[in-house]
């Protein structure tokens, strides 16, 4: 059996979030962060049974529909999650096979795996997206439940391989928890450590948007008593 890509979502037609041109997005499910204010937390809490498995021939047949507006527009194809470096056998597969289609292969990530899954993709992806939380140990791991020390030598090693010039970092403005604004600071770090490309934005708690499982309010909730 070839091996196959469990996709939660795809969404066509983005420009201006992914880096250059109209890209489309393919979420992948599962994810080793357990963030307080997850935007999916369906691909890893347990709401969503499975997604969508695809072949690589699969995949392309559908992102293909829009080959015209990525070439036009010099965008292509966005993996993200939950944590699309879970699945870098498959994606960098997926790159090699279809590398000469013209399009840009970009990838947003929370580095929070191990290194070999970096190292299998990085010669691949045109445009890294970095999310980095924050730039604290002790808040990264609060707000995250994550390793702090994995993301942040991931973070040096990304850079040192991969350039500033094909990595933006994105630096949250957290609801509740960066109340002074502790994402000035965080931009800094990153500042000092190299990257140019930096882009701090607001999130969003999702469950004023759109209903979220008991299991993602339960870890959401349990952040909020933490800090509080």
């Not at 201006?16 to 691909?43: F, H, K, Q, W």
């Not at 997206?129 to 791991?141: L, P």
């Not at 000092?192 to 708690?205: A, L, Q, R, T």
Request: glycine residues 8%.
């Amino acid at each position: 059996m070839s091996e196959l890509l469990n996709v939660a979502a795809i969404d066509r037609i983005r420009t201006t979030t992914d880096g250059e041109g109209v890209t489309t997005l393919v979420v992948s499910m599962g994810c080793p962060l357990r963030c307080a204010y997850c935007i999916n937390p369906y691909t890893w809490d347990g709401s969503v049974e499975k997604g969508k498995y695809y072949t690589a021939e699969e995949l392309y047949n559908t992102l293909k529909i829009d080959d015209l507006y990525f070439l036009a527009t010099g965008g292509g194809v966005m993996f993200g999650g939950g944590e699309p470096l879970l699945n870098s056998s498959f994606i960098a597969s997926f790159i090699k096979k279809y590398k000469d289609t013209g399009w840009k292969f970009n990838m947003e990530t929370s580095l929070s795996v191990s290194r070999e899954h970096i190292d299998e993709v990085i010669d691949l992806i045109d445009f890294f997206i970095v999310d980095t939380k924050d730039m604290d140990k002790d808040r990264y791991k609060l707000y995250t439940k994550g390793d702090y020390d994995l993301f942040y030598s991931n973070l040096k090693y990304l850079l040192s391989k991969a350039g500033p010039e094909r990595i933006r970092v994105r630096v949250p403005a957290i609801p509740v928890f960066h109340q002074n604004k502790e994402y000035e600071q965080n931009a800094e770090t990153l500042k000092s450590m190299g990257f140019k490309d930096i882009e701090i934005f607001p999130y969003v708690d999702p469950s004023q948007r759109k209903g979220i499982s008991d299991k993602a309010v339960e870890n959401k909730e349990d952040f909020l008593a933490k800090i509080n």
